[in-house]
């Protein structure tokens, strides 16, 4: 494993988001959803491309909480521009469990 330095860090914008939306993404190679994320008033809403379904429902993601990457470039995903990344983990089976806060805390909080 490599080691980064603070500075390394901070570039990573790992912010707290509420699913607004969430949808089959049927054009999706994968199995996947389309998120739309409420980040807070200074980065807004984005949506994002997540393969989650062999976890989550859209109806359950639907005003949960998720931590995100909303600074990457944009990605064209099939017929989607995904404008961040959702964070998780792979369990034993492959399947993603997402990372999230433990606690509400207002979209927008930058992970320090």
Known sequence: MSTIDWNDF?????????????????EARKPAYVLEIDFGPEVGVRRSSAQLTALYTPEELVGRLVVGV???????????????????????????????????????????
């Open 10 to 26: 901070m570039k990573v914008e790992l912010r707290v988001g509420r699913v607004q939306r969430a949808r089959v993404f049927a």
């Open 70 to 112: 909303v600074n990457f470039p944009d990605k064209q995903i099939g017929p989607l521009m995904s404008q961040c990344l959702v964070t998780g983990f792979h369990d034993e089976q492959g399947r993603v469990a997402l990372c999230v806060p433990d606690r509400d805390v207002p979209p927008g909080t930058r992970l320090l």
